[in-house]
């Protein structure tokens, strides 16, 4: 039987003032965001709330020792309500801190080891339009000492409120901007591919690939800095359409993938999906080109524009290289020999994402994946 749910509440305001105005913020919250946001927006309000900021604790994407370390310092605090304003590492963070304090560490919750509990009120707040964290019952960290990247999947994780600010996108770098929505245009895709989408996740994967595509349109006829402003609102709806379409049915080969590379070489995470997405769509293609992937073929025609003739997934591969120019992933720093080792940590770290593909792929075709884009 297929289910589909929508469990935060999603406001939807148009800047930050009016986000401020409506809330009662108290000395009992906790402030969770990075530091640049927190002096742009957070500070000039001089707020009674307890602040919690990112780098205090470490750079990059998220690891399970970051997250025992904040941990530390957040149980201390004594909040009831976690508010977390930021990208989807802020977001998911935020989701472990909203839970029942435990004497688990952050490794034994992304290894099924400790039980979850919902104890404090979730405010999350996307400040990147590509993670749709917000949405969604999953949080994601690294695991250095296994190389890759786990995530943790619960209703536990799921926000009491979403709230989208478009404004927020406007001070976006342009190449955050990019790895960011292709990573929502990576959950757009693949959900809509899953063996578990149905009717109401297809719709909401289908939106949000032609907002994307729409707003890359735009993007690459203009400059980035004039055009901005009237792509956020699509940007953000499209991130969060897609968050809600792969938090039920799941995203697949191509996120498993990015893993190792992102977690060994600090690859951003939309950037490494990447890096990943038009091989494994290749090698769907190559072994199912009918029925659901004919619709989506379609489904970019369409929203590409295509001429009469035109092969829709080379006009895409085109775009995706404008948007971010193609790089082998030995210039990352991966080496011969992480071909082998990455493929076999996808086959026994990322079955929670490889049951959700368009087609099975053995452990030799990821290899050989990984061997083309080397």
Known sequence: MNSFQIKPVIQYVATFSEFAALMDFTPEDCLFTPRYLYETWLKPLNLPSHILLFEDYGNGEPTDEMIDRILLDFNKLNCQRVIAI??????????????????????????????????????????????????????????????????????????????????LLYGLPRHIMITSSLDALTHAMESFVSPKAHAYSEMFSIEAIRLLLKSYKTLLASDYDSVIQDIAADLMRASNYAGIAFGNVGVGAVHALAYPLGEKYHVAHGEACARFFSGVFQAYRSKVAGGKMQFLTDVLTEALDCSAGQDAWAVMDELLKQLLPSKPLREYGMTETDIESFADSVVNEQQRLLVNNYSPLSRDEIRDIFKKLW
Not at 125 to 137: D, H, L, W, Y
């Open 86 to 167: 930021g990208g989807g590492s802020i977001l998911d963070i935020a989701k472990i801190l909203a839970l029942k304090p435990t004497k688990s560490t952050a490794l034994d919750l992304f290894t099924g080891k400790a039980e979850l509990i919902k104890e404090k009120q979730l405010i999350l707040i996307p400040t990147t339009c590509g993670t749709g964290s917000e949405v969604t019952r999953i949080s994601i960290a690294g695991i250095p000492s296994k190389n890759t990247k786990k995530g943790l999947v619960a209703d536990a994780l799921f926000a009491d409120t979403a709230i989208l600010i478009p404004e």
